[in-house]
């Protein structure tokens, strides 16, 4: 009989567990391990870090919910994972042993790669609820004196759309409080234009997104270097489309928040043949590593090729609809080999996301994710807002009654218009 450990519980983990605890034989054992006791939903950090949501909104306790569904819970998180042995090191010195194992553990926030980056330093972050709380608070003191702001993504990043959702979300709170005019707005990005997304754009997400900034009067500095942050200036450095350096900026800031690049995490880093450079865990068309052939991977923390071509690195984005369909892939594929026979199935890795603007937002579907694409359609409205509302609250259920479904191809592509993405 086998044990199947899932490493990592959040957007891919959880899912993931129950998915895979529907497919296993009588006497097969799932355990979750993480290194948390509770299910944050990532999603929605950016209205923590403004206040319209608080951490218990967002987060609840995993362990009396998987164990409901008849599915083990560590929460001791793990330390090294040993392929050779077919086991996990945990952080209290245990060790847990596994026939299969899939690896969820999503990104390292990679601040420690520009000199003044994160919460340690001079920026803010949404990554983790954690930050999203310290941002709040800092939020409700930066409101009562007010000045610039500073918004965006690092080069190396690969998660652009929260970060114009948090420069969107900023200016609507601002405006409610009326004191918009009181703060100056820059978005700075290592994308070479407004609206790439790490993706080479989706539909018009150039224009669209481009005329969304200057309606709400946020500057933009694109093909940006962040060479060093202090506790109120932000020094980047613009190149050209030759990465040679155009312009030196020094951008003033009251509140900044900048994403990081991503990494693979301390557990999995540098195991030859699992891992590559940057930590991220590598897998095949079936998600299955190809030299560890009983480890799967799904969510962040999967190595997936940039698109190349932009002057500074930028990472292709790993969203929602693409982890599920990585989920789905990676049960069926398990439950085959418990089954005596081949993994087929492959996920669709295809790019669906709602971007939420406070009060409108946008949505894409990038069908495949890198062009030339099949369906390469963006849009915006208040739908979008509202549908990320529901989406929040529906998810969260369903991670609680641990009734797995593709959520995303009921409720969005529905709204969408799309019938299928397969
Ligand atoms: C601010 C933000 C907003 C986003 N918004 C959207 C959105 O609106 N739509 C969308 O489609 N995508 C969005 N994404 C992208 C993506 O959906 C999320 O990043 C998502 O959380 C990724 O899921 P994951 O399971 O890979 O990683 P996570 O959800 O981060 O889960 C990883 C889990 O592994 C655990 N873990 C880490 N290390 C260990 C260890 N050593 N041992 C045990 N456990 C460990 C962590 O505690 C965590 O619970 C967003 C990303 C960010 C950062």
Known sequence: MAHIVVLGAGIGGMPMAYEMQEKIRKGDRVTVISNSESFHFVPSNPWVAVNWRTRDDIAFPIRPYLERKGIDFISAGAKRVHPEKNQIELMNGETVDYDYLIIATGPKLAFDEVEGLGPDGHTHSICHVDHAVSAGKRWESFCKQPGPIVVGAVQGASCYGPAYEFAFIMDTDLRRRKI??????????????????????????????????????????????????????????????????????????????????????????????????????????????????????????????????????????????????????????????????????????????????????????????????????????????????????????KMKTGKSEPIYEKLILKAMGIDKLK
């Open 180 to 397: 918009r005019d009181k703060v100056p707005m820059t978005f700075v990005t290592a994308e070479p234009y407004i609206g790439h997304l790490g993706l080479g754009g989706v539909g018009d997400s150039k224009g669209l997104l481009e005329s969304a900034l200057r309606e709400r009067s946020i500057n933009w500095i694109c093909n940006a270097k962040v060479t060093k942050i202090e506790a109120d200036k932000m020094y980047v450095t613009e190149v050209d489309e030759k990465g040679e350096v155009k312009k030196e900026h020094v951008v003033p800031h009251n509140f900044a928040m900048m994403l990081p690049a991503f990494k693979g995490v301390d557990a999995v880093a540098g195991i030859e043949g699992l891992a590559n450079p940057r930590g991220f865990t590598i897998v095949d068309e079936h998600q299955r590593n190809p030299k560890y052939k009983n480890i799967y991977s799904v969510g962040v923390c999967i190595a997936i090729p940039p698109m190349g071509g932009t002057p500074l690195p930028v990472g292709v984005p790993k969203t929602g609809y693409m982890i599920e369909s990585m989920v789905t892939a990676t049960a069926h594929n398990i439950h085959s080999e418990l089954t005596g026979n081949p993994p087929t199935d492959k996920a669709t890795w295809n790019a669906v996301c709602l971007a939420d603007f406070g009060d409108t937002g946008v949505a894409f579907v990038a069908l495949p994710q890198i062009p030339p694409r099949n369906v390469d359609w963006f849009s915006s409205g208040k739908w979008v807002h509202l549908a990320k509302i529901a989406f929040e609250k529906y998810f969260i259920r």
